[in-house]
Protein backbone atom coordinates (compact mmCIF):
# COMPACT_ATOMS: atom_id res chain seq x y z
CA UNK A 1 0.00 0.00 0.00
CA UNK A 2 3.15 2.22 0.76
CA UNK A 3 4.27 1.63 -2.61
CA UNK A 4 0.79 2.68 -4.17
CA UNK A 5 0.19 5.70 -2.76
CA UNK A 6 3.34 6.58 -3.68
CA UNK A 7 3.21 5.08 -7.54
CA UNK A 8 -0.32 7.73 -7.34
CA UNK A 9 1.57 10.58 -6.14
CA UNK A 10 4.04 10.22 -8.65
CA UNK A 11 1.38 9.61 -11.62
CA UNK A 12 -0.26 12.71 -10.29
CA UNK A 13 2.72 14.91 -10.06
CA UNK A 14 3.61 14.10 -13.84
CA UNK A 15 -0.26 14.55 -14.83
CA UNK A 16 -0.19 17.68 -12.74
CA UNK A 17 3.84 18.90 -14.56
CA UNK A 18 2.09 18.30 -18.08
CA UNK A 19 -0.85 20.04 -17.18
CA UNK A 20 1.05 23.02 -16.25
CA UNK A 21 3.13 23.14 -19.16
CA UNK A 22 0.53 23.10 -20.94
CA UNK A 23 -1.02 25.52 -19.29
CA UNK A 24 2.19 27.75 -19.44
CA UNK A 25 2.34 27.61 -23.10
CA UNK A 26 -1.68 28.40 -24.02
CA UNK A 27 -1.58 31.24 -21.54
CA UNK A 28 -4.35 30.13 -19.89
CA UNK A 29 -3.64 30.75 -16.25
CA UNK A 30 -7.22 30.79 -15.55
CA UNK A 31 -6.58 26.78 -14.37
CA UNK A 32 -3.90 27.47 -12.12
CA UNK A 33 -6.44 26.63 -9.53
CA UNK A 34 -7.22 22.99 -11.02
CA UNK A 35 -3.53 22.11 -11.72
CA UNK A 36 -2.68 23.51 -7.76
CA UNK A 37 -5.53 20.88 -6.26
CA UNK A 38 -4.31 18.30 -8.83
CA UNK A 39 -0.68 18.62 -7.05
CA UNK A 40 -1.12 18.82 -3.74
CA UNK A 41 -4.08 16.69 -3.45
CA UNK A 42 -2.85 14.14 -6.00
CA UNK A 43 1.06 14.06 -5.46
CA UNK A 44 1.65 15.19 -1.90
CA UNK A 45 -1.04 13.79 0.31
CA UNK A 46 -1.08 10.45 -1.75
CA UNK A 47 2.75 10.49 -1.29
CA UNK A 48 2.47 11.59 2.38
CA UNK A 49 -0.10 8.67 3.25
CA UNK A 50 2.17 6.33 1.22
CA UNK A 51 4.69 7.58 3.82
CA UNK A 52 2.54 6.99 6.89
CA UNK A 53 2.04 3.53 5.70
CA UNK A 54 5.49 2.82 5.33
CA UNK A 55 6.50 3.96 8.40
CA UNK A 56 3.49 2.51 10.61
CA UNK A 57 3.36 -1.20 8.83
CA UNK A 58 0.53 -1.84 11.37
CA UNK A 59 -1.86 0.15 9.00
CA UNK A 60 -1.26 -2.21 6.99
CA UNK A 61 -3.15 -4.86 8.67
CA UNK A 62 -6.37 -2.18 8.97
CA UNK A 63 -9.60 -3.81 6.39
CA UNK A 64 -10.00 -0.45 5.57
CA UNK A 65 -6.64 -0.12 3.65
CA UNK A 66 -7.60 -0.64 0.44
CA UNK A 67 -11.43 1.43 0.65
CA UNK A 68 -9.07 4.22 2.13
CA UNK A 69 -6.89 4.44 -0.51
CA UNK A 70 -9.91 4.09 -3.23
CA UNK A 71 -12.01 6.50 -1.53
CA UNK A 72 -9.20 9.33 -1.30
CA UNK A 73 -7.89 9.05 -5.10
CA UNK A 74 -11.51 8.59 -6.45
CA UNK A 75 -12.40 11.83 -4.62
CA UNK A 76 -9.43 13.59 -5.58
CA UNK A 77 -9.78 12.80 -9.24
CA UNK A 78 -13.17 13.79 -9.16
CA UNK A 79 -12.51 17.00 -7.35
CA UNK A 80 -10.14 18.29 -9.38
CA UNK A 81 -12.43 17.74 -12.52
CA UNK A 82 -14.67 19.56 -10.77
CA UNK A 83 -12.29 22.34 -10.17
CA UNK A 84 -11.51 22.34 -13.67
CA UNK A 85 -15.10 22.67 -15.04
CA UNK A 86 -15.06 25.78 -12.83
CA UNK A 87 -11.78 27.31 -13.43
CA UNK A 88 -13.20 26.67 -17.33
CA UNK A 89 -16.35 28.76 -16.34
CA UNK A 90 -18.91 25.74 -15.82
CA UNK A 91 -20.45 24.75 -12.71
CA UNK A 92 -18.14 22.41 -11.23
CA UNK A 93 -20.88 20.18 -10.16
CA UNK A 94 -18.47 17.55 -9.62
CA UNK A 95 -16.48 19.48 -6.71
CA UNK A 96 -18.63 19.40 -3.94
CA UNK A 97 -19.03 15.33 -4.30
CA UNK A 98 -15.31 15.44 -4.54
CA UNK A 99 -14.63 17.21 -1.99
CA UNK A 100 -16.82 14.98 0.36
CA UNK A 101 -15.05 12.11 -0.54
CA UNK A 102 -11.39 13.59 -0.01
CA UNK A 103 -12.71 14.38 3.27
CA UNK A 104 -14.37 11.04 3.99
CA UNK A 105 -10.76 9.44 2.86
CA UNK A 106 -9.14 11.57 4.61
CA UNK A 107 -10.60 10.83 8.03
CA UNK A 108 -10.58 7.29 7.31
CA UNK A 109 -6.83 7.47 7.42
CA UNK A 110 -6.61 9.54 10.53
CA UNK A 111 -9.47 7.24 12.29
CA UNK A 112 -6.69 4.33 11.24
CA UNK A 113 -3.85 5.87 12.51
CA UNK A 114 -5.26 6.65 15.67
CA UNK A 115 -6.51 3.34 16.60
CA UNK A 116 -4.12 0.87 15.13
CA UNK A 117 -1.76 1.68 18.01
CA UNK A 118 0.65 1.97 15.33
CA UNK A 119 3.24 4.25 16.95
CA UNK A 120 3.76 1.25 19.60
CA UNK A 121 4.87 -1.05 17.00
CA UNK A 122 7.06 0.74 15.21
CA UNK A 123 8.56 1.62 18.38
CA UNK A 124 8.54 -1.90 19.06
CA UNK A 125 10.16 -2.94 15.92
CA UNK A 126 12.72 -0.18 15.81
CA UNK A 127 13.54 -1.23 19.49
CA UNK A 128 14.46 -5.10 18.03
Known sequence: MDRLYVLAGFLWL???MIFGIYLG?????????SHAHANLLGFVLSVLFGLLY???PALLSSRLAWPQFALFQIGALVLVAGKF???RGG???LAPPGSVLVVLG??????MFSTTGAEIQTVKKRAV
Open 14 to 16: VAG
Open 25 to 33: ITDQLQFAN
Open 85 to 87: DID
Open 106 to 111: TLLMFW
Open 54 to 56: RNW
Open 91 to 93: GGA
